[in-house]
Protein backbone atom coordinates (compact mmCIF):
# COMPACT_ATOMS: atom_id res chain seq x y z
CA UNK A 1 0.00 0.00 0.00
CA UNK A 2 1.46 3.30 -1.32
CA UNK A 3 2.66 5.34 2.17
CA UNK A 4 0.33 8.79 3.64
CA UNK A 5 2.54 11.70 3.33
CA UNK A 6 2.00 15.30 4.22
CA UNK A 7 1.75 18.17 2.12
CA UNK A 8 5.38 19.52 3.54
CA UNK A 9 6.89 15.90 2.61
CA UNK A 10 5.99 15.75 -0.61
CA UNK A 11 6.97 19.53 -1.23
CA UNK A 12 10.56 18.79 0.88
CA UNK A 13 11.05 16.15 -1.74
CA UNK A 14 10.11 17.61 -5.00
CA UNK A 15 12.57 21.14 -3.54
CA UNK A 16 15.18 18.79 -3.08
CA UNK A 17 15.26 17.35 -6.64
CA UNK A 18 15.28 21.24 -7.65
CA UNK A 19 18.23 21.76 -5.78
CA UNK A 20 20.39 19.03 -6.32
CA UNK A 21 19.35 20.25 -10.07
CA UNK A 22 16.97 17.40 -11.45
CA UNK A 23 14.14 18.23 -13.37
CA UNK A 24 10.78 17.45 -11.52
CA UNK A 25 8.65 14.61 -13.61
CA UNK A 26 5.25 13.74 -12.91
CA UNK A 27 4.06 10.39 -14.88
CA UNK A 28 0.52 9.70 -15.69
CA UNK A 29 -0.38 6.16 -14.72
CA UNK A 30 -3.38 3.79 -14.91
CA UNK A 31 -2.38 0.80 -14.54
CA UNK A 32 -0.29 -1.14 -12.01
CA UNK A 33 2.14 -2.44 -13.78
CA UNK A 34 3.03 1.17 -15.49
CA UNK A 35 2.88 2.59 -11.84
CA UNK A 36 5.33 0.32 -10.60
CA UNK A 37 7.68 0.80 -13.58
CA UNK A 38 7.08 4.66 -12.96
CA UNK A 39 8.15 4.42 -9.87
CA UNK A 40 10.95 2.19 -10.16
CA UNK A 41 12.21 4.66 -12.35
CA UNK A 42 12.30 7.60 -10.30
CA UNK A 43 9.10 9.66 -11.29
CA UNK A 44 8.56 12.48 -8.46
CA UNK A 45 4.88 12.19 -8.65
CA UNK A 46 2.35 9.35 -9.80
CA UNK A 47 -0.31 11.16 -10.97
CA UNK A 48 -4.10 9.32 -11.90
CA UNK A 49 -6.41 10.43 -14.93
CA UNK A 50 -9.38 9.22 -15.67
CA UNK A 51 -8.39 9.72 -19.51
CA UNK A 52 -5.87 6.90 -19.23
CA UNK A 53 -8.46 4.65 -19.43
CA UNK A 54 -8.77 5.08 -23.39
CA UNK A 55 -5.17 5.78 -23.67
CA UNK A 56 -4.96 1.81 -22.37
CA UNK A 57 -8.04 1.24 -24.94
CA UNK A 58 -5.36 1.85 -27.85
CA UNK A 59 -7.94 5.27 -28.53
CA UNK A 60 -6.73 9.11 -28.16
CA UNK A 61 -6.98 10.65 -24.50
CA UNK A 62 -10.46 11.35 -24.10
CA UNK A 63 -12.66 11.37 -21.13
CA UNK A 64 -15.63 9.01 -21.35
CA UNK A 65 -18.45 9.05 -18.56
CA UNK A 66 -17.85 10.65 -15.16
CA UNK A 67 -14.55 11.14 -14.54
CA UNK A 68 -14.53 10.87 -11.02
CA UNK A 69 -15.56 7.58 -10.21
CA UNK A 70 -13.07 6.16 -12.91
CA UNK A 71 -10.50 8.05 -11.13
CA UNK A 72 -11.38 6.42 -7.82
CA UNK A 73 -11.53 3.03 -9.28
CA UNK A 74 -7.91 2.94 -10.64
CA UNK A 75 -6.54 3.71 -6.99
CA UNK A 76 -6.83 0.57 -5.08
CA UNK A 77 -4.74 -1.22 -8.19
CA UNK A 78 -1.89 1.67 -8.04
CA UNK A 79 -1.76 1.61 -4.51
CA UNK A 80 -1.00 -1.70 -4.14
CA UNK A 81 2.34 -1.95 -6.27
CA UNK A 82 3.02 1.86 -5.34
CA UNK A 83 5.35 1.93 -2.37
CA UNK A 84 7.27 5.54 -1.69
CA UNK A 85 5.86 7.76 -4.49
CA UNK A 86 3.16 10.43 -3.99
CA UNK A 87 -0.07 9.71 -5.85
CA UNK A 88 -1.81 11.95 -7.27
CA UNK A 89 -5.87 12.29 -8.27
CA UNK A 90 -7.11 13.98 -11.39
CA UNK A 91 -10.20 15.08 -9.68
CA UNK A 92 -13.13 17.15 -11.53
CA UNK A 93 -13.90 19.92 -9.84
CA UNK A 94 -16.80 20.69 -11.48
CA UNK A 95 -19.01 17.11 -11.28
CA UNK A 96 -22.65 17.59 -11.53
CA UNK A 97 -22.94 14.30 -9.68
CA UNK A 98 -21.38 15.56 -6.00
CA UNK A 99 -22.25 19.08 -5.98
CA UNK A 100 -20.89 19.37 -2.41
CA UNK A 101 -17.35 20.24 -3.14
CA UNK A 102 -15.48 19.44 0.44
CA UNK A 103 -17.68 16.03 0.11
CA UNK A 104 -16.66 15.45 -2.94
CA UNK A 105 -12.83 16.13 -1.93
CA UNK A 106 -13.27 14.02 1.06
CA UNK A 107 -13.62 11.05 -0.76
CA UNK A 108 -10.30 10.96 -2.41
CA UNK A 109 -8.38 12.11 0.68
CA UNK A 110 -10.01 8.91 2.60
CA UNK A 111 -8.79 6.63 -0.33
CA UNK A 112 -5.64 7.23 -0.05
CA UNK A 113 -4.06 9.59 -2.51
CA UNK A 114 -1.71 12.20 -1.43
CA UNK A 115 -2.50 15.19 -3.43
CA UNK A 116 -4.92 16.28 -6.35
CA UNK A 117 -4.60 18.14 -9.79
CA UNK A 118 -7.34 19.59 -11.49
CA UNK A 119 -8.28 17.02 -13.84
CA UNK A 120 -10.78 16.94 -16.11
CA UNK A 121 -10.25 21.03 -16.27
CA UNK A 122 -12.29 22.97 -18.71
CA UNK A 123 -9.78 25.31 -19.28
CA UNK A 124 -8.15 22.72 -21.90
CA UNK A 125 -11.30 23.22 -23.97
CA UNK A 126 -11.46 27.11 -23.54
CA UNK A 127 -8.26 26.92 -24.54
CA UNK A 128 -8.58 25.12 -27.52
CA UNK A 129 -11.76 26.74 -29.53
CA UNK A 130 -12.26 30.43 -30.82
CA UNK A 131 -13.76 32.22 -28.67
CA UNK A 132 -13.09 29.85 -25.48
CA UNK A 133 -13.41 32.84 -22.91
CA UNK A 134 -17.04 33.16 -24.11
CA UNK A 135 -17.31 29.54 -23.45
CA UNK A 136 -15.82 30.28 -19.77
CA UNK A 137 -18.08 32.82 -19.18
CA UNK A 138 -21.12 30.60 -20.22
CA UNK A 139 -19.80 28.31 -17.40
CA UNK A 140 -19.47 30.67 -14.76
CA UNK A 141 -23.38 31.59 -15.39
CA UNK A 142 -24.09 27.98 -15.16
CA UNK A 143 -23.80 28.44 -11.13
CA UNK A 144 -27.13 29.30 -10.18
CA UNK A 145 -28.02 26.58 -11.44
CA UNK A 146 -26.25 24.02 -9.91
CA UNK A 147 -27.24 25.75 -6.52
CA UNK A 148 -23.34 26.56 -5.90
CA UNK A 149 -21.53 29.21 -5.74
CA UNK A 150 -18.96 28.91 -8.64
CA UNK A 151 -18.55 26.89 -11.77
CA UNK A 152 -16.89 26.14 -14.36
CA UNK A 153 -12.88 27.50 -13.85
CA UNK A 154 -13.76 29.48 -10.84
CA UNK A 155 -14.92 26.04 -9.46
CA UNK A 156 -11.31 24.38 -10.24
CA UNK A 157 -9.90 27.55 -8.27
CA UNK A 158 -12.27 27.28 -5.42
CA UNK A 159 -11.28 22.86 -4.79
CA UNK A 160 -7.45 24.38 -4.30
CA UNK A 161 -8.36 26.92 -2.25
CA UNK A 162 -10.72 24.54 -0.28
CA UNK A 163 -7.56 21.81 -0.23
CA UNK A 164 -4.62 23.89 0.83
CA UNK A 165 -6.95 25.19 3.85
CA UNK A 166 -6.61 21.57 4.42
CA UNK A 167 -3.04 21.60 3.83
CA UNK A 168 -3.22 18.61 1.05
CA UNK A 169 -1.00 19.05 -1.49
CA UNK A 170 -2.24 20.66 -4.67
CA UNK A 171 -0.94 21.08 -8.41
CA UNK A 172 -2.98 22.92 -10.97
CA UNK A 173 -2.97 23.16 -14.76
CA UNK A 174 -3.19 26.51 -16.40
CA UNK A 175 -3.64 27.84 -19.72
CA UNK A 176 -2.73 31.27 -19.64
CA UNK A 177 -0.79 34.00 -17.46
CA UNK A 178 -4.44 34.62 -15.46
CA UNK A 179 -5.11 31.37 -15.00
CA UNK A 180 -1.57 30.78 -13.37
CA UNK A 181 -2.45 33.99 -11.33
CA UNK A 182 -5.92 32.30 -10.14
CA UNK A 183 -4.02 29.24 -9.15
CA UNK A 184 -1.26 30.67 -7.21
CA UNK A 185 -3.12 33.13 -5.39
CA UNK A 186 -5.60 29.83 -4.32
CA UNK A 187 -2.30 28.55 -2.96
CA UNK A 188 -1.55 25.76 -5.33
CA UNK A 189 2.15 24.44 -4.88
CA UNK A 190 2.56 23.23 -8.29
CA UNK A 191 1.54 24.77 -11.23
CA UNK A 192 1.63 22.77 -14.49
CA UNK A 193 1.80 24.78 -17.60
CA UNK A 194 -0.42 22.89 -20.46
CA UNK A 195 0.18 23.63 -23.88
CA UNK A 196 -2.07 21.38 -25.65
CA UNK A 197 -3.02 17.56 -26.47
CA UNK A 198 0.38 15.46 -26.67
CA UNK A 199 1.43 14.50 -29.88
CA UNK A 200 3.27 11.67 -31.17
CA UNK A 201 2.90 8.15 -31.12
CA UNK A 202 0.02 6.47 -33.00
CA UNK A 203 -2.93 8.31 -31.54
CA UNK A 204 -1.45 11.75 -30.84
CA UNK A 205 -2.67 15.02 -31.78
CA UNK A 206 -1.43 17.42 -34.50
CA UNK A 207 0.85 20.14 -33.38
CA UNK A 208 -1.46 23.35 -32.09
CA UNK A 209 0.98 26.01 -32.00
CA UNK A 210 4.90 27.15 -33.32
CA UNK A 211 7.38 26.03 -30.69
CA UNK A 212 8.79 29.58 -30.30
CA UNK A 213 5.09 30.72 -29.32
CA UNK A 214 4.48 27.76 -27.13
CA UNK A 215 7.68 28.46 -25.31
CA UNK A 216 7.46 31.74 -24.88
CA UNK A 217 3.81 31.84 -24.10
CA UNK A 218 4.92 29.21 -21.42
CA UNK A 219 7.27 31.30 -19.83
CA UNK A 220 4.96 34.45 -19.09
CA UNK A 221 2.82 32.02 -17.72
CA UNK A 222 5.20 30.82 -15.08
CA UNK A 223 6.45 34.44 -14.58
CA UNK A 224 3.00 35.08 -13.57
CA UNK A 225 2.61 32.40 -11.08
CA UNK A 226 5.82 33.66 -9.74
CA UNK A 227 4.67 37.60 -9.09
CA UNK A 228 1.98 35.88 -7.52
CA UNK A 229 3.60 33.24 -5.40
CA UNK A 230 7.75 33.35 -5.93
CA UNK A 231 7.66 29.99 -4.09
CA UNK A 232 5.26 28.06 -6.76
CA UNK A 233 6.82 25.17 -8.26
CA UNK A 234 6.20 25.37 -12.31
CA UNK A 235 6.17 22.31 -14.55
CA UNK A 236 4.98 21.64 -18.84
CA UNK A 237 2.83 19.64 -20.32
CA UNK A 238 1.72 18.02 -23.62
CA UNK A 239 1.91 19.36 -27.08
CA UNK A 240 5.15 18.68 -28.82
CA UNK A 241 6.80 17.22 -25.84
CA UNK A 242 6.32 13.60 -25.89
CA UNK A 243 9.45 11.82 -24.72
CA UNK A 244 12.72 12.64 -23.35
CA UNK A 245 14.25 14.12 -25.65
CA UNK A 246 11.21 16.41 -27.22
CA UNK A 247 11.56 18.12 -23.33
CA UNK A 248 15.25 19.18 -23.34
CA UNK A 249 14.23 22.35 -24.58
CA UNK A 250 11.82 23.48 -22.19
CA UNK A 251 14.86 23.65 -19.61
CA UNK A 252 17.17 25.57 -22.31
CA UNK A 253 14.08 27.89 -23.57
CA UNK A 254 11.51 28.49 -20.26
CA UNK A 255 12.51 28.44 -16.40
CA UNK A 256 9.82 25.13 -15.83
CA UNK A 257 11.50 22.91 -13.08
CA UNK A 258 10.03 19.87 -14.73
CA UNK A 259 7.26 17.85 -16.53
CA UNK A 260 4.45 16.11 -16.31
CA UNK A 261 3.54 13.25 -19.03
CA UNK A 262 0.59 11.14 -19.45
CA UNK A 263 0.92 9.40 -23.10
CA UNK A 264 4.15 9.92 -22.90
CA UNK A 265 4.37 7.99 -20.14
CA UNK A 266 1.69 4.87 -20.72
CA UNK A 267 1.27 5.32 -24.66
CA UNK A 268 4.45 5.99 -27.00
CA UNK A 269 6.57 4.00 -24.76
CA UNK A 270 4.37 0.87 -24.82
CA UNK A 271 3.56 1.37 -28.61
CA UNK A 272 7.48 1.08 -29.34
CA UNK A 273 8.60 -1.38 -26.84
CA UNK A 274 5.36 -3.47 -27.94
CA UNK A 275 6.07 -3.20 -32.06
CA UNK A 276 9.84 -3.49 -31.51
CA UNK A 277 9.48 -6.70 -29.55
CA UNK A 278 7.04 -8.42 -32.37
CA UNK A 279 9.28 -7.23 -35.01
CA UNK A 280 11.79 -8.99 -32.77
CA UNK A 281 10.15 -12.16 -32.56
CA UNK A 282 9.82 -12.47 -36.26
CA UNK A 283 13.12 -11.40 -36.97
CA UNK A 284 14.08 -15.39 -36.60
CA UNK A 285 14.22 -17.50 -39.35
CA UNK A 286 13.04 -21.24 -39.16
CA UNK A 287 15.32 -23.83 -39.10
CA UNK A 288 15.69 -25.24 -42.94
CA UNK A 289 14.40 -28.42 -43.63
Known amino acids: MAMKMTRQHILDRLWK ?6 PIFGAGCSAGIIAKCAELGKADLIIVYSTGKTRMMGLPTTIIGPSNPITLDMADELMNVVKETPIIAGLEA ?18 GFNGVINFPTVGLYENLIEGGMALRKFNENMAPGY ?8 REVEMIRLLRHHDVFT ?3 VFTPADATDMAGAGVDVICVHVG ?3 GGLTGFIELEDMDSLLKKSQDTIEAARRKNPEVICLLHGGPF ?18 VGASAVERTPIERAV ?15
Open 171 to 173: MAY
Open 242 to 259: YDPESTAIIYEKTDAQGF
Open 17 to 22: EIGENR
Open 197 to 199: PTM
Open 147 to 154: GVEHWGWP
Open 275 to 289: METCQGFKNHSLKKR
Open 94 to 111: NDPFYLDLEASLKRFIDK
